[in-house]
């Protein structure tokens, strides 16, 4: 009886697997149908962050998918595509304190680092999938114990991350 359970349980795993539909990474890509996909340059058109902020993201973006995906990267032209721009980098208090008739940053609480991406996905295969979204993030520090330039390269790697984890989720995982 239980060789029978392990047998329809491999069978059931085979079957799932060879398909191309479904991964355990979360990815939901026919890959009979769809092979190559393209990232364009993500300019950085917020005005702050690091000067090699949009080229970092575009990197780590290939290499994410690159991770997750059977896709071939392509130039231009994938089956399915991405381009976008970073569209907001800020830093602001968190701590807000309430004197008389105004609200004022107290000085003694974290600042949050935000950044937005303005993100266009086009699947060549399945246009009712495009999605043309903003993807926002942040990451808090304190600045009674260091500076922003001592972890912004850090707090920009922490956000990221989550951005293309969500820009994974909401283009090929579709869960």
Known sequence: MKSNKLFVLSVLLVLVTSCGIYSFNGASIDYNETKTISIANFINESGGGPPNMGNTFTEGLKEYFQRRTKLELVQKQGDIQFEGAIANYTVRPQSISSSGNSNQADGTGLMRLSISV??????????????????????????????????ED????EIFEQLYFDIFQASVAQW
């Open 118 to 151: 303005q993100l266009v996905f086009t699947n060549t295969k399945k246009e009712e999938e495009n999605l043309q979204q903003a993807f926002t993030f942040f990451s808090d520090y304190d600045p009674a114990n260091t500076t922003l330039n001592a972890v």
């Open 154 to 157: 850090d707090l920009v790697v």
